[in-house]
Structures are given as structure tokens and as C-alpha cells.
T-cell receptor, first 113, second 116 residues
């Protein structure tokens, strides 16, 4: 157990819908990262937050957004869902923004029908 | 842009065989290097990491990796694999200190199947 929690574990929804994925970092970690794992794209970095502020964006679609709250948990919002958004979404946390090991949560498996 | 290449996509070994998984990265600056393992149905777990110092790094479960800067490589090794090592292995890299973020860039993964 890495100490990073993610909810829900599984999510099944329809095209066009909107979902929210939640992540709680390890105690004391200020950085939260979101990654998407799919069969065709592999593991791709989406976005990084540090202490409530966005630090970097990767291959994140405009339909996706994220935020990190004062209690340091983070939410990833996915809207106007398409079949191709079906993937495993991982959250990771680290102590700081640099030089730190990232610890991964169990992931949320999103299925868009 | 940074990229990570894992040349072996699927490896099948018998128990007690030796393992070497290749990883090459493209980035000219200072990097940190990682190997993560994903057991079936589970999340990514850190096997080992290299930040600086001794280029031969030892990790958990008997794994080790060697950083060869001149070859931009960070190959993972284990002298004798077990059935329980069946998993997918990911090499990853991030920039050393000075970047705005230490986002990880992952390779495509190597699926290892160990036959009893």
C-alpha cells in the first residue's frame, strides 16, 4: 500500500457524460500528479499540482481539468466523454515538486460505453 | 523532447533464468531514472531509482539496474527470476533539479512472463 488513495476504483459511464475522479496523496506530500494508462498510448502524464498550484500540463485534453484543494486532495474532471477516454487513471504523489520519488495510487478504471 | 525506449515488449523466461530488460532515454541534461513494476491488476510500485552517485543501484526483490551515462541506458537485471516476478516493468525518467516539474516520462513497458 503506497498511502495514495483513489476513488472510485471502477467507473462505467456513457459517451457525453462527465465524471470526477478523486485522489488523496500520502500524508505530508504536497505534489499530486495524474497519469493516464491506455493500451494505445501507454502511460502518459496529464497534469501536476504542487500545494494547490498547477506546475505542468502534459497531454491533457481541453475536455479534462483538474484541481488541488487546500487539504491537498485532487480531483480530475473528465467531460464530454468519448469511447477513447476509456483507460486507467493513476494519481501519484511526492513530497515536493522536484527530485522526489512518486508513489502511485491503485488507479480508477474508467469505461465509457 | 524527452523519450524513453524499452526494446523488449514481451519477455518469456523460465524460473531461475537471468533477466535483463533494456531501457534507453533521450535527454542531454541531468536526469533521474526509475524502474516501476505493475503486477496484474495492481498499481505501479517502485522497484529502484537512480538520482546520483554509484551507477549500480540495488532495489527491492533482488533487482538491480546500472546507469551508463555514455549510452543513455538504465538496464534492469535480476540474476534468477521467480514465477512471482511475472508483471509489467516500466522504465521512467524525469529531469534533474531545476525543472518546473518532475513529471515522469514512461517507456512503453515490458511484459515479463515467468514459467514455472
Amino acid at each position: 500500500d503506497s498511502g495514495v488513495t483513489q476513488t472510485p476504483k471502477h467507473l462505467i459511464t456513457a459517451t457525453g457524460q462527465r465524471v470526477t475522479l478523486r485522489c488523496s496523496p500520502r500524508s505530508g506530500d504536497l505534489s499530486v500528479y495524474w497519469y493516464q494508462q491506455s493500451l494505445d498510448q501507454g502511460l502518459q502524464f496529464l497534469i501536476h499540482y504542487y500545494n494547490g498550484e498547477e506546475r505542468a500540463k502534459g497531454n491533457i485534453l481541453e475536455r479534462f481539468s483538474a484541481q488541488q484543494f487546500p487539504d491537498l486532495h485532487s480531483e480530475l474532471n473528465l467531460s464530454s466523454l468519448e469511447l477513447g477516454d476509456s483507460a486507467l487513471y493513476f494519481c501519484a504523489s511526492s513530497a515536493g515538486p522536484y527530485e522526489d520519488t512518486q508513489y502511485f495510487g491503485p488507479g480508477t478504471r474508467l469505461t465509457v460505453l | 523532447a524527452q523519450s524513453v525506449s524499452q526494446h523488449n515488449h514481451h519477455v518469456i523466461l523460465s524460473e531461475a533464468a537471468s533477466l535483463e530488460l533494456g531501457c534507453n532515454y533521450s535527454y542531454g541534461g541531468t536526469v533521474n531514472l526509475f524502474w516501476y513494476v505493475q503486477y496484474p491488476g495492481q498499481h505501479l510500485q517502485l522497484l529502484l531509482k537512480y538520482f546520483s552517485g554509484d551507477p549500480l543501484v540495488k532495489g527491492i526483490k533482488g533487482f538491480e539496474a546500472e546507469f551508463i551515462k555514455s549510452k543513455f541506458s538504465f538496464n534492469l537485471r535480476k540474476p534468477s527470476v521467480q514465477w512471482s516476478d511475472t508483471a509489467e516493468y516500466f522504465c521512467a525518467v524525469n529531469r534533474g533539479y531545476g525543472g518546473a516539474t518532475n513529471k515522469l516520462i514512461f517507456g512503453t513497458g515490458t511484459l515479463l512472463a515467468v514459467q514455472p
